[in-house]
């Protein structure tokens, strides 16, 4: 599932361990998200899309 964690995280200046911190999961678990080896549950992805004030849709992309 692509999606655009890294782009955010970037343009705000957050490390993944800050972006972690924020999102109360591990820096291991946004480094495999951002690089699509794992996909958030839908909680997770609620918080990310909350954080980044974003749609969930507009966050990830199942295609």
């Known amino acids: 599932m692509k999606n655009k964690l890294r782009m955010l995280r970037a343009e705000r200046g ?28 839908l909680s997770l992805a609620f918080r990310i899309s909350r954080l980044f004030s974003k749609r969930v849709e507009e966050l990830f992309d199942p295609s």
């Open 14 to 41: 957050w490390s993944q361990a800050e972006l972690a911190e924020r999102l109360g999961v591990s820096r291991q678990t946004v480094n495999s998200i951002e690089t699509e080896r794992y996909e958030p549950s």
